[in-house]
């Protein structure tokens, strides 16, 4: 009997994640320390067992934003006077909010931070019997060889050393999770893009995506705080990811894809480019036309959603 099987009593019920835990079983409660949530302190089924969609993102204002844009696009009504509820708000380090079957959180930088909120999350779905999930990363990006406002589909994730490869060390031990993203569902959204006419109003691209573990030296940048390399020897470095297939730098697309697909679960990552780092290293857009960048994933995203819905529905 396989690690999966063993997990799950009732091998006729759809398994939400693949290679769950099998410590999670014998655990008389799980509380979740870092969303203020826990299996006997909440009724998690009640809360989230009809969650399809999970979005994720860095701040908590930009995952609010698209909360409501997709109660509006969704056509839900919340009574007047009222407001989306964060859902944890007693806690100032994640913010989650929830429309019907779609969940939304902040995931902050880098990482360490992502894992922490994707280990409560998906142990939180699961306990509320969660099934068919599809998670977004809806973030923004240093593009290479883009233009700033460019959105950009990650294929694949890969790390400083353009390895699609996410390594955990456990135990001692190096482990490798695969950062391949879901064909499928890149072409769905590329489709989607199209019958939309997005590139009208800006361009959609896909590639690589460089995951790096920090904004400055890690992203080849020349105004850290280190760098003892040269401008040239930068620029080098950028085409030659460039050539090699990489569009864009950010900092969770390793964790995100690593994750994710070890559990088996769809998912997407959608960026929106703030800058082309074969033209610059600081970000001088103004804030406005920043906030308006980050929303542009959104309406792929969105309609994504929306159909998967709709079509649900019928
Ligand atoms: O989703 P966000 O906008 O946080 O993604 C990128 C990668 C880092 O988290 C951050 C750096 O500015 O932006
Ligand atoms: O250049 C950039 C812009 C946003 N986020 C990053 O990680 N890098």
Redesign the pocket.
């Known amino acids: 009997m396989g690690h999966f099987d063993a997990f799950n009593n009732d091998l006729t019920k759809k398994n939400t994640f693949h290679n769950l835990n099998n410590h999670l079983n014998s655990l008389e409660d799980d509380y979740f320390y870092h969303l203020y949530l826990g299996k006997n302190q909440n009724d998690l089924k009640a809360m989230f067992g009809d969650v399809k969609f999970v979005c994720?993102?860095?701040?908590s204002k930009?995952m609010q934003k698209f909360a409501h844009y997709m109660k509006d696009l969704l056509g839900y009504r919340i009574p007047t006077g009222l407001t989306l509820n964060d859902i944890t708000k007693i806690t100032d380090r994640y913010s989650m909010y929830k429309v019907g079957p779609v969940l939304f959180a902040?995931?902050?930088?880098?990482c360490p931070?992502?894992s922490i909120l994707l280990n409560e999350i998906m142990k939180l779905l699961h306990y509320a019997g969660c099934e068919d999930l599809t998670f977004f990363?809806?973030?923004?990006?240093g593009g290479i060889g883009v233009d700033p406002g460019t959105v950009i589909i990650t294929d694949q994730a890969v790390d400083g050393l353009l390895r699609p490869e996410y390594r955990q060390y456990i135990l001692g031990k190096e482990k490798i999770r695969e950062t391949q993203c879901d064909r499928q569902l890149i072409k769905d959204l590329l489709k989607i893009s199209d019958e939309m006419q997005i590139s009208r109003k800006f361009s959609v691209v896909n590639g690589k995506t460089l995951c790096a573990h920090d904004?400055y030296e890690g992203q080849s940048r020349i105004d850290g705080v280190f760098c003892d390399y040269t401008k040239e020897e930068k620029l080098d470095f950028l085409k030659q990811c460039y050539e090699k297939g990489v569009v864009n730098m950010?900092?969770?697309s390793l964790c995100f894809a690593g994750m994710l697909n070890y559990a088996k679960v769809k998912f997407g990552i959608v960026?929106v480019a703030?800058l082309n780092r074969l033209e610059n290293d600081q970000?001088t857009a103004s804030h406005e036309l920043i906030l308006e960048y980050?929303e542009r994933p959104f309406e792929i995203i969105g309609e994504y959603v929306r159909r998967k819905i709709m079509n649900n529905e019928e």
Do not use: D, P, W, Y
């Open positions: 994720m993102g860095g701040t930009r902040n995931h902050g930088i880098g931070s992502l990363r809806i973030g923004t990006c904004f950010e900092m969770e960026c703030l970000i980050q």
